[in-house]
């Protein structure tokens, strides 16, 4: 299983970032995948996630300004990262659930058994 993450890099706040992430090695149509995110001195945290159908779950602070896609053609998940903030700056992680064919998207780290490499976004304000 690998999975590549990329897209980060420095926007000024109230711009916009679409990270991307590969997959290979697995059934990609059958598992959810999720974004989750880790600031310097605090704990990764969940932002979206997407089940097998494109069932998709956000935060109360992603909600409305990220949107969680998948593309099974081509085996990657992205986060379009809309209206950024300084606090949104991390180092983005993206996640294969452990479930497959599950009727909601995983919302937490232990739900998700390989991790991508991280890709920083940083946000200026």
């Known amino acids: 299983v690998q999975l590549q993450a990329f897209g980060g890099g420095l926007v000024q706040a109230g711009g916009s970032l679409r990270l991307s992430c590969a997959a290979s090695?697995?059934?990609?149509?059958?598992?959810?995948m999720g974004w989750f995110r880790q600031a310097p001195g605090k704990e990764r945290e969940f932002v979206a996630g997407i089940n097998w159908s494109s069932t998709d779950y956000y935060t109360d602070s992603s909600k409305g300004r990220f949107t969680i896609s998948r593309d099974n053609f081509r085996n990657t998940v992205y986060l379009q990262m809309n209206s950024l903030k300084p606090e949104d700056t991390a180092v983005y992680y993206c996640?294969?659930?452990?479930?497959?064919?599950?009727?909601?998207?995983?919302?937490?780290?232990?739900?998700?058994?390989?991790w991508g490499q991280g890709t920083l976004v940083t946000v200026s304000s």
């Open positions: 996640a294969r659930s452990r479930r497959s064919l599950a009727a909601t998207p995983a919302r937490v780290v232990g739900e998700y058994d390989y």
């Open positions: 090695g697995f059934d990609f149509n059958s598992r959810g």
